[in-house]
């Protein structure tokens, strides 16, 4: 059985012990802007105040932009094969189910990185779209693929917490899949107008940041809530065991990287609306790029992935499957 369908099952036998719901999600322990066109002048600050080599110029070097992408590619890759085995490994534990949260999971983080990748491989040829509206799709579209999979760990979250507290969850799964579907459909709506109605471009944009800050907030909301809600739940119970310190652990750790990735998001998208001299998602700028997706995306990625690595429980023969 999938290491979160054993919760679940756990959690249907014992509502009052949310902790037991997250053993079996890993084994022992847990684990179930745009800019508008390219301004070769903008610049993130000055190495000296009298008007030194800016980080944008840096990045500005053919050959360093080259290395810089290629990197960010690789660390990508890496991280996508990461989950791909993972996803793997889990199917090969437990065959006898189908797409579960924690398999989805995986999936989506293989597929987000699949793409960055492939975006960071290609940079010249992005870079060189001249039409404003599919360029910075190409960018920003992994970013909502990042939202949800990651707003579907605070699901997951969210069920054990409901469900512990004998509240109600069904409506949980809806709102988890009409939050995500009305923001691709508004983020897909505002491209097309933009691509179709020039007129409001800058209107626009400014907008689209505005949105996408306030859906990085809303990420970084939802590991506070949820993630700070069953840790408290958790803490309340006491730490007879190892297993259950590391359950308490893991569940803050996780909370903690989805909080600060999320929120370090929302305020550069934010700032960027505000100035033009932050160069997001803008390829001439590879040191900017670089430090933000490492600090937004490939590094808490990895540590996610790392502190939720250990595989499900294998089904006990005398059980039967939940549906």
Known sequence: MDGWMHGARLM????????SL??????NSFSSRTNGPADDKSVLGNFSADGGTSYA???SVADFEEEAYEGLAAAYAFVGV?????????QL???????????????????????RCAVFLSWEQVQSIKDYVPRVAILDVPSLFFFTTY??????????????????????????????VAIYILQGGVWIYMHFVPEHMDALIYLTKLFRAGVAFTGAFGFMLYGGRLFVMLNTFPVESRGRRNKLMEVGLVTAIGFTSFTIRAFMVAFSAM??????????????NVVYYM????????????????????RHFNTQPMH
């Not at 997250?22 to 084994?27: A, C, F, R, V």
């Not at 989950?83 to 889990?90: D, E, F, G, P, T």
């Not at 799964?173 to 939050?179: E, G, I, N, S, V």
């Open 12 to 19: 249907m036998d014992s509502p009052a012990d949310p902790v």
């Open 22 to 27: 997250l053993t079996g999600l890993t084994g």
């Open 57 to 59: 110029n840096l990045g």
């Open 82 to 90: 990461v989950a791909l085995v993972q996803l793997v490994r889990i």
């Open 93 to 115: 534990r437990v065959p006898e189910y189908g797409w579960t949260t924690q398999k989805v999971f995986h999936l989506l983080n293989f597929f987000l990185c699949a793409a």
């Open 151 to 180: 707003t579907l760990l605070i699901l997951f979250w969210a069920e054990i917490y409901h469900q512990a507290r004998g509240v109600p969850s069904e409506d949980l799964r809806r709102t988890f899949c009409f939050l995500n």
């Open 275 to 288: 100035s033009e001299h932050v160069p997001l998602d803008k390829l001439e700028a590879p040191v900017f």
């Open 295 to 314: 600090a937004v995306e490939v590094i808490p990625t990895i540590l996610v992935l790392y502190i939720l690595r250990k595989l499900p429980p294998r």
